[in-house]
Structures are given as structure tokens and as C-alpha cells.
Nanobody, 122 residues
């Protein structure tokens, strides 16, 4: 059992950029995959990005070429850099942690962050 603390959400104009941060404990960070999900108003929560404990990354097709996920082992922190933001990127973004499959997907999510709001205006 641990905690995930998110920051970095906000309001941005279409075409702009934001960087989200998620800090956690070493016991979670060092053995699990970490990633991000988002939930737009009136829609189901969808997976966005994943990074394994060894640094391998996977991104949803909708954000490839625009978003980048990374880890900082010295700070037990995962980042999501979002560029060329679109109005359809609007939603609550959740940090997540859990074991990954061989297909670089979450087998399950064991820990969730509290969520941070990202709003992209047109």
C-alpha cells in the first residue's frame, strides 16, 4: 500500500503544452509499471500511457507523437509531457501503478492517484 500524488494540471489553449507529475514511494515505483489514464466528461476512463520499471514505454494511438511518458528514479516520480494539446484531450488525468503484461499493458491497476484536471480550450 502506498500513495500517488499528482500535480501539473490546468487550463491551456489548443496547441499548447502541459507536464503532469506523479510522485510515489520507492516500494511502488521500483517494482511496478506506472502510467496515466484519463476520463473526459460523459465518457469512460481510457488508458493513455505506460512505462515499465525498466523504462519501456507504450502510448495510446490517440496521443502518439504528441505525449511522452518518462520516469525519474532519483525522485520516484513519473511524468507525462503533453504537447500540441487538442480540445478532445480535456479530462481528469489519473496516475496509476500496477503490474504490466508482456504486451506492455496494465494487467491490473493497484494504486490510483487523486486525479488532476486538464482543460484545453479552442
Amino acid at each position: 500500500q502506498g500513495q500517488l500524488v499528482e500535480s501539473g494540471g490546468g487550463l491551456v489553449q489548443a496547441g499548447g503544452s502541459l507536464r503532469l507529475s506523479c510522485a510515489t514511494s520507492g516500494s511502488i515505483f521500483n517494482i511496478n509499471a506506472m502510467g496515466w489514464w484519463r476520463q473526459a466528461p460523459g465518457k469512460e476512463r481510457e488508458w493513455v500511457a505506460l512505462i515499465t520499471s525498466s523504462g519501456r514505454t507504450n502510448l495510446a494511438d490517440s496521443v502518439k507523437g504528441r505525449f511522452t511518458i518518462s520516469r525519474d528514479r532519483t525522485k520516484n516520480t513519473v511524468y507525462l509531457e503533453m504537447n500540441t494539446l487538442k480540445p478532445e484531450d480535456t479530462g481528469v488525468y489519473y496516475c496509476a501503478s500496477g503490474p504490466a503484461t508482456r504486451e506492455e499493458k496494465f494487467a491490473t491497476v493497484e494504486y490510483w492517484g487523486q486525479g488532476t484536471q486538464v482543460t484545453v480550450s479552442s
